[in-house]
């Protein structure tokens, strides 16, 4: 026996390959070893906790699991097995029986509780039964194991926190895997081991195929703007952003990129192809970048600051309607708008934020205002009837609205009142900044590109102060005013609202109230940072349907890609894509863009004094 065994050891090392020593791939790429906790289990330096999936919805469609993978440390495997014909109608012919017999059983007894439920559950087995017989349909065993994955044990727990609850909010139930997680991390990692088919569950071929990752790089709307071309297949984009529900949630685009990307000629060839189509847009321009673009096309320019004689009137008031069609005046919205823009100056000249009691005086002196020129809900109320003005006669006059001057003369009378009236006497008619007191000598032609030109104000808080007025007042002059209209508000350079939170706060209420005024908020910045660390910016971004992300600056290229959930390629790609390019993301789709304009376009929108 010794010697056979010694022949057969010696055998073997003569037939040994030269080669067999080499390292295989599962070796090169598998970890020292994993430690197995209760309900985790660390490899290396990362945690993972894992997960299966039990009780799943009635119906699923396709990308149902999408939510899931997009909450970034989060990976899905899933098993699945055909079941065999014969055995599968066996089975189900047993089940149905069962139900049919408990269904009698409780007809019998006048026990009608359960009796749809059983029904239902009867014809939905028989059908699916008919369908494998007659080969339309097949039985799989699925098991889906979802993952977990952090850098600590804290964020560890966060993270699966905020995973079963998204689970819950599709009626999923995930049972973490107690005792089980060494089993669950074999079935996961793909090595085609599934180690939990106990907890398998039964799919038609419909909802097994739910399951699948369907992604296209491919994307075009039926009909809207052209923007370009896809950058890998070639095809067109066409993007309507004023499609609605369920391709898009609201109007509202975000485009973000370095200077010198292409961010400014995006927003002009969306501007001006979209006014072919109809669509007002109201440009917000610190940088005097659509001046030329406004003049070609015949539109408006309005130049603001501190020497100019264009006014625009914060307090200024418009009706609008309800979802009903009713009419009313939003004094309650104008008063917080104005608490804003006061609180804002606190926050910017004296470094400080405006008190309780301060916030209180300042409501009172804006309800008191209104009040005083008898102005209310009531839509009539901005009006006078029968006014005779330098000899004309009107049916139907616009009352003169409140003034920063009249405002802070009211405001002087109350004690709390003090010290925010001496804050904004520079902002008054005569001082220093003072360019937004006075009645509004600004009218919005009809015109279907307006651009407001705030370049020659230099110091970056007046700037700010300036958009936020600008903006406030093209709400209530632009935005309210015909719901059918198809408007576009441009925000360039929005990271500036940012700064401050009231103004942070008022562009984060403005993306969440522009839908259902037929308007879509475009946010330009170069600056993402200023957005993704700030509460309200995170907001915004929330409130985007769809995002343009062109090339990326080295100091934004870490949060771009944890806020949008970026492959490392897509991060790749947007560091170092031409000018032009970009990333388009609109709910669940991600595309390569190469933006194109004709000759024509280029001639009218370019800033590149070499085109």
């Given amino acids: 026996m010794l010697k056979l065994k010694k022949d057969k050891e010696k055998a073997v090392k003569e037939e040994s390959p030269l080669f067999s020593r080499v390292p295989t791939v599962v070796e090169m790429i598998s970890p020292d070893g994993y430690l197995i906790e209760k309900d985790y289990l660390r490899v290396g330096k990362k945690f993972f906790r894992l997960y299966a999936l039990l009780d799943f919805p009635q119906a699923v469609y396709v990308g149902w699991l999408e939510d899931v993978k997009l909450l970034g440390s989060v ?36 026990s ?11 014809q939905d087995l028989e059908g699916l039964r008919e369908n494998i017989q007659m080969n339309r349909d097949k039985l799989y065993y699925v098991t889906v194991i979802v993952s977990v994955s952090a850098d600590s044990l804290e964020e560890l727990e966060k993270s699966s926190k905020i995973l079963e609850e998204v689970l819950a909010g599709k009626s999923i139930r995930a049972r973490r895997m107690f005792l089980r997680q060494g089993e669950a991390f074999k079935s996961f990692v793909p ?20 399951l699948f990752p369907f992604a296209s790089p491919e994307f075009s709307h039926k009909k809207g703007i052209p923007l370009g071309v896809n950058l890998f297949t070639g095809s067109p984009v066409i993007f309507d952003n004023f499609i609605g529900p369920p391709f898009m949630t609201n109007y509202n685009l975000g485009i973000f990129a370095t200077s010198g990307a292409g961010k400014s000629f995006l927003v002009k060839l969306l501007s001006m192809r979209g006014a072919l189509l109809g669509i007002k847009t109201v440009f917000v321009d610190p940088d005097r970048e659509y001046n ?42 104008k008063i917080a708008e104005i608490k804003a823009l006061v609180g804002m100056i606190v926050e910017g000249v004296m470094k400080d934020r405006i008190s309780a009691e301060e916030l209180a005086a300042v409501e009172e002196a ?29 049916f139907k006059k616009k009352k003169e609205m409140p003034t920063l001057s009249s405002f802070v003369e009211r405001l002087k009378k109350n004690p709390r009142g003090e010290r925010i009236a001496a804050v904004l006497k520079p ?33 970056q808080f007046l700037r700010t102060y300036a958009m936020y007025v600008i903006t406030n ?19 360039d350079e929005a990271w500036m609202f940012m700064k401050y939170k009231d103004t942070a706060y008022f562009l984060e209420n403005l993306s969440r109230r522009a839908r259902k005024r037929n308007t879509s908020l475009t946010a330009a910045s170069q600056s993402f940072v200023e957005f993704s660390n700030s509460p309200e910016g995170k907001a915004v971004l929330t409130n985007l349907a769809a995002v343009f992300l062109m090339k990326q600056a080295p100091t934004d290229i870490d949060s771009v890609q944890e806020v949008f959930h970026l492959s490392q390629g897509e991060r790749e790609f947007l560091t170092s894509c031409g000018v032009g390019e970009a990333l388009f993301l ?7 863009v190469k933006v194109v304009a004709s000759d024509y376009e280029k001639s009218l929108i370019s800033t590149n004094p070499n085109e």
Avoid at 297 to 326: C, Q, R
Avoid at 366 to 394: C, H, M, Q, T, W
Avoid at 434 to 442: P, R, S
Avoid at 473 to 491: I, M, P, S
Wanted: glycine share 6%; charged share 30%; with cysteine.
């Fill in 75 to 110: 990976d899905v495997s899933v098993h699945i097995a055909p079941v065999d014909a014969r055995d599968a109608v066996n089975q189900l012919t047993k089940k149905i029986t069962q139900y049919q017999s408990q269904y009698m059983l409780d007809e019998q007894k006048g």
């Fill in 112 to 122: 009608i509780y359960e009796l749809g439920i059983l029904r239902k559950a009867v």
């Fill in 191 to 210: 090595i085609l081991e599934n180690h939990c088919e106990d907890l398998s569950r039964n799919f038609n071929t419909g909802a097994a195929a739910s």
């Fill in 292 to 333: 030329r673009l406004v003049q070609k096309m015949g539109g408006s320019i309005v130049k603001v600051s501190t020497d100019a004689e264009n006014i625009i009137n914060p307090f200024d008031l418009e009706e609008e309607e309800d979802e009903s069609g009713a009419k009313y005046v939003d004094i309650i919205q």
């Fill in 366 to 394: 804006v309800r008191e205002e209104y009040e005083a020129r008898g102005i209310n809900k009531d839509p009539g109320s901005l009006y006078v009837e029968n006014a005779v003005e330098d000899g004309a006669f009107y």
């Fill in 427 to 459: 902002f008054l008619r005569g001082g220093t900044l003072g360019i937004f007191d006075g009645q509004t000598n600004v009218s919005l032609k009809d015109a279907y590109l307006v651009n407001f030109d705030i370049f020659d104000i230099k110091d």
């Fill in 473 to 491: 007042w093209v709400w209530e002059k632009f935005v309210k005013k015909d719901v059918k209209q198809k408007k576009r508000v441009v925000v």
């Fill in 586 to 592: 609109v709910v669940r789709n991600k595309t390569a």
